[in-house]
């Protein structure tokens, strides 16, 4: 097992410096030991932890979700449909979200429609559709 200094973890894995300090404190990654210099020194496999909650958060896990998952790897009674049930979760909160990014369009295009784009601002429909006392005037 070779002892990889922060910035060698940091480089390997894609990430800063202060990422690394950050999932250590978030409890992510473990605290590593320390050389006699007070390096941290820490192990190949410190690496692939951090590409694997890098990947997590790309598929849209949040630190707690990948906490989680974390601990179901680590986990010798953990089953494969523990984990399934948050990727399933996963998948219906990103749906929610792109709907709601849907609605946000249509929203957005309608408002684009009644805006030729020639009135001044003071005027302009897409602000008075933002702004809430125009429409209670």
């Known amino acids: ?32 030991p320390r050389s006699g210099a007070n390096y941290r020194l820490y192990s190949d496999e410190t690496v692939r932890r951090v590409r694997f909650i890098k990947r997590a958060q790309e598929l849209g896990f949040t630190l707690k979700e990948i906490q989680e998952l974390l601990s179901l790897r680590a986990a010798p009674r953990a089953r494969c ?22 609605s946000m369009r249509r929203a957005l295009g309608r408002l684009l429609a009644e805006c030729s ?17 125009e429409e209670e005037a």
């Open 81 to 102: 449909a523990d984990v399934r049930r948050r990727a399933e979760a996963k998948v219906r909160d990103i749906d929610q979200k792109l709907r709601r990014l849907e």
């Open 117 to 133: 784009g020639e009135a001044p601002a003071t005027e302009c429909p897409i602000l008075e559709a933002l702004d809430p006392e």
């Open 1 to 32: 097992m070779e002892s990889l200094k922060i910035g060698q973890v940091a480089r390997s894995a894609g990430v800063n410096l202060q990422t690394i300090r950050y999932y250590e404190r978030r409890g992510l990654v473990p605290q590593p």
